[in-house]
């Protein structure tokens, strides 16, 4: 019997990280991201102050104002959630 390595799900274009964050729409939203998220998301300057979910803004940058109003407005807007797996 051939047996082949175990693969890791694709994280559907979101950058490589441990936690299995992804764009796939697999698990639910990220309301308590992983204390290094930022070490693999290139997260907004005021980050943690968010009160709402993990979402990746237009520029690339990563809010975690999901699901509020004016989420990621200094970064042209709200591109996608993140999944947590």
Do not use: W
Not at 4 to 25: I, Q
Not at 66 to 84: D, E, K, L, M, N
């Amino acid at each position: 019997m051939h047996t082949t390595a175990a693969t890791k799900p694709s994280l559907c274009g979101a950058p490589p990280n441990p936690f299995g964050y992804n764009f796939c729409g697999r698990g639910g939203y990220v309301s308590s991201p992983a204390g290094t998220v930022c070490s693999y998301f290139d997260c907004i300057a005021n980050f943690y102050n968010g009160n709402g979910y993990m979402v990746e803004c237009t520029d690339g940058t990563y809010s975690m104002s999901g699901g509020i109003q004016g989420a990621c407005s200094h970064h042209h807007g709200v591109a996608r959630p993140v999944y947590s797996g």
